[in-house]
């Protein structure tokens, strides 16, 4: 049984079970160069999903290299919510309020929200220090989420990267992900996986 976070907007009750710090390991497999040459590491990975109220997830990953050093190796922050159409009553854009009540502020009216697939519609931004800015859209159903991007922005030295697609799951209290990848010349090809526990 999964307990709703005190304070948690009724929008966010289908990525509840996502809230909290998860901790663990994965591994990264990805060929590079001309020769194919199969990149393969461990790192450890600690990952935190928050919420203010509002009706989004703050989302935030560190990774480190399984070394004696524990050496950085990547970071990257967003925020994940249901994809719906905007209401007035709405935030924003920037810093406005919304005019007129708050939309699906009941469970009910989250309900209504439910796709074809009997799960929920879902978008996350996510931000990575490299120059990537990657939009991402899919569905949330029963303790899994589906993700691939809609949109990749990046700096004008970021290294190629052109799409990507991203699984979550909860299975036994476990948080399991995947990441596939297109860049640096590939097809969207497996890139990293990882299993996490919540500490707290």
Do not use: C
Not at 58 to 86: F, V
Not at 181 to 194: C, F, K, N, Q, V
Request: aromatic share 10%; net charge negative; glycine share 10%.
């Amino acid at each position: 049984m999964i307990e709703l976070p005190e304070g948690l907007s009724a929008e966010l009750v289908p990525l509840s079970w996502l809230v909290g710090v998860w901790e663990g390991t994965g591994v990264v497999e990805y060929p590079v160069g001309e020769d194919d040459t199969v990149r393969t590491y461990e790192f450890g990975q600690r990952v935190s999903f928050s919420h203010d109220g509002l009706p989004y997830l703050n989302y935030s990953s560190t990774t480190w290299l399984l070394d004696d050093e524990h050496t950085p190796l990547a970071a990257e922050m967003g925020y994940w919510r249901l994809d719906r159409p905007s209401e007035p009553g709405d935030r924003g854009p920037a810093m406005l309020l919304g005019d007129g009540p708050v939309p699906f502020s009941t469970t009910q009216s989250v309900e209504t929200l439910r796709n074809q697939t009997d799960g929920f519609d879902v978008e996350a931004a996510i931000i990575h220090p490299t120059g990537v800015n990657e939009l991402y859209v899919g569905r949330v159903k029963q303790g899994r989420i589906d993700l691939a991007t809609d949109a990749v922005m990046r700096s004008a030295n970021a290294k190629e990267y052109s799409a990507a697609t991203r699984m979550y799951g909860l299975v036994e209290g476990k948080l399991f992900w995947a990441w596939d990848i297109a860049a640096l010349g590939r097809e969207l090809t497996s890139h990293a996986s990882g299993q996490l526990a919540k500490v707290d």
